[in-house]
């Protein structure tokens, strides 16, 4: 049987080669374009990282050719494998869940499988406190098929501060996760893990709480976190706000007074910047709303304020999803 040596299932820490500014500048725009869900163009901007040994490119480069035909390919297996040589516990699973030891005879060296490798890597790092590694023992046990540990390992990494697990867990609880007497116990369970997330600035985490106070029908305060974070870069809820000033009628959670040209504005900087079908749709319906010159005053706005606003916009993927 064909073996691979993982290089890292000794602890070593995951850390990218000090790249040259200009692959470094075309990794940024590859992870930028990746977030709002344009894969295939972030391929050729990603590769020149993970060929110069940059870790975080070669997994994601395994992530788009994994998603884009839906399975294990051999190019995603490709990048996988070189991540996995490094000590990427993500990797690793990817490998597991898609046969590359069974099915494609690629093992790691002293290992039954590539979660059993993952173990090994993360559950020392664990032990010792690292939020993170916490979070990747429940997505490895997860793996292992034991959702008890998976869950257990998630709570103790949100305990221990981790913004991912804690908005994880946020939505879990949302969604059924836990026994909670009435509905408004749990959407304030949910509501804390979500506060815990948002404080540390992790957007996800403000989107949560949107989502909290809407179904607690506390509209200001929903609009206030929708405000929040499309402004540190959500794609949802930018696209939300602008919807919102251009039409308040349209939805419950606009606690807005009518604002055509600053919705018009940041629909329109969408629509320019990304090509984005569904501004473009809502300005079509709404186009009446507007005269020529607030449509100037618009594109004008949106020039000076929203188009190459910082941070960038993303749908913020889990690193580990589906």
Same mark, same amino acid.
């Given at each position: ?10 602890g070593?820490?995951?850390?990218s ?5 200009e ?17 295939a ?6 590769? %020149?990282? &993970?060929? +110069? $040994? *940059?870790?975080? #490119? @070669?997994?994601?480069?395994?992530? /788009?050719? !994994? ?19 490094q000590?990427d ?14 099915a ?8 039954e ?10 559950q %020392?790092k &664990?032990? +010792? $406190? *690292?939020p993170? #590694? @916490?979070l990747q023992?429940?997505? /490895?046990y !997860? ?8 869950g ?34 749990r ?15 992790h957007?996800? $985490? ?29 794609y949802?809820n930018r696209?939300g706000v602008?919807?919102?000033?251009l039409?308040p ?14 919705g ?6 969408l ?22 010159s607030?449509?100037?005053e ?6 000076a ?13 889990p690193?580990?999803?589906?």
């Amino acid at each position: 049987m064909s073996r691979l040596l993982v290089i890292a299932l000794l602890g070593l820490p995951i850390s990218s080669w000090a790249l040259e500014p200009e692959v470094q500048t075309a990794k940024d725009e590859g992870m930028r374009i990746y977030g709002l869900g344009i894969a295939a163009e972030s391929i050729p901007l990603l590769e %020149p990282a &993970a060929e +110069a $040994g *940059d870790v975080e #490119a @070669m997994y994601y480069l395994g992530e /788009i050719h !994994r998603l884009r035909h839906m399975g294990l390919t051999r190019d995603a297996m490709a990048w996988y494998l070189q991540a996995a040589e490094q000590g990427d516990v993500h990797a690793m699973l990817r490998l597991f869940q898609g046969g590359a030891c069974t099915a494609g005879d690629r093992c790691p060296e002293g290992y039954e499988d590539w979660h059993h490798a993952a173990l090994a890597v993360a559950q %020392p790092k &664990a032990d +010792a $406190g *690292d939020p993170d #590694a @916490m979070l990747q023992m429940s997505d /490895i046990y !997860r793996m292992f098929d034991q959702p008890r540990r998976a869950g257990d390992w998630l709570e103790r990494a949100a305990e221990a501060g981790q913004p991912e697990a804690q908005t994880i867990l946020g939505n879990q609880i949302l969604d059924g996760r836990g026994w909670y007497l009435t509905n408004g116990r749990r959407l304030s369970a949910a509501e804390a893990w979500f506060s815990k997330a948002a404080e540390q600035g992790h957007v996800p $985490g403000m989107e949560g709480l949107a989502r909290v106070y809407r179904n607690k029908e506390e509209f200001e305060q929903g609009w206030q976190w929708m405000i929040e974070s499309s402004l540190r870069g959500s794609y949802q809820n930018r696209l939300g706000v602008g919807w919102c000033y251009l039409d308040p009628s349209y939805d419950q959670r606009c606690h807005t007074g009518k604002d055509v040209v600053k919705g018009w504005a940041v629909l329109y900087s969408l629509s320019k910047e990304f090509k984005d079908v569904n501004a473009r749709d809502i300005m079509s319906w709404n186009q009446d709303e507007l005269t020529e010159s607030q449509r100037q005053e618009a594109e004008a706005l949106a020039e000076a304020e929203w188009i190459g606003r910082e941070p960038p916009l993303s749908n913020f993927p889990p690193r580990f999803g589906y």
